[in-house]
């Protein structure tokens, strides 16, 4: 090949490179679209959520997300004409995916209570019990009961906070207080009698129960531990977003659809708060 010729055309590549990089700067600068971009606007609600929380918020058997916090959003949306989008978020990640502004808020069974300063929070709207979980036919009635039995909770759960915290005292009367891996394992514990009683929010207890064939065996007794304020996180400041969608979500309790939407996920009307 002509030397010139080789040289032009070496040229013409490294141009078409350059045009090619710097067009897709642009249009990344322009908020053009990628694998990794969120679309974000003002009629766009997009919400933070941990993908393997059921019953707030997990992955169906059909591959779409799915719970009881999404269905209230996708609600609400619906009311506003906005677009909703589900996130699924690193859990650790959640506050620099709400200060970035990639996410319009947290809404995912976020607990309130020691968290009140950090965010501009909605009104609670669940109250979330740390709850016993026993054999129906045990004839275990209360804690009291619980003396001297083996009870299970998952590691790193509000249930086994509050049993090794303030609640301690209750814990002490059992014979043990076992950590396992997930609440699957503790329910099989549970019902081939390797433990008496499994400690456990209440909402997640009724979604486990209510799924299960054998429902009746099983029972959730009237004293709990402790509890918890359920409710939607925004970013320190967003007051107008949290006052709209708390507007609209105060309307749902007045006209049935919040309690609809908990029966749909097997979650009783008194988990919930309506002011």
Known sequence: MNKKIGFVLALVVISLM????????????????NANATANDENTFIVGFDAEFPPYGYKDDSGNYTGFDLDL??????????????????????????????????????????????????????????IFVVKSDSGIKSIADLKDKIVETQKDSSALAALQGDNKTIADTFKTLTEVADYNTAF?????????????????????????????????LDDYITTEKYGIGFKKGNDALKDQVQTTLAEMFADGTVLKIAEKYGISEDALIQK
């Not at 808020?105 to 669940?126: A, L, Q, V």
């Open 18 to 33: 350059l045009v090619s990089t710097v067009s897709a700067g642009l249009f990344d600068f322009m908020g053009g679209d």
């Open 73 to 130: 959003a996708k609600e609400v949306c619906e009311r506003n004409n906005w677009t909703f989008k589900a996130q699924p978020i690193d859990w650790d990640a959640k506050d620099a995916e709400l200060d970035s502004g990639s996410i319009d808020c947290i809404w995912n069974g976020f607990t309130i209570d020691g968290r009140e300063n950090d965010y501009t929070w909605s009104d609670p709207y669940f109250d979330n019990k740390q």
């Open 188 to 220: 099989m514990d549970l019902e081939s009698g390797a433990c008496d009683a499994v400690a456990m929010d209440i909402g997640v207890a009724e979604y486990d129960i209510k799924n299960k064939n054998n429902s009746d065996d099983f029972q959730i």
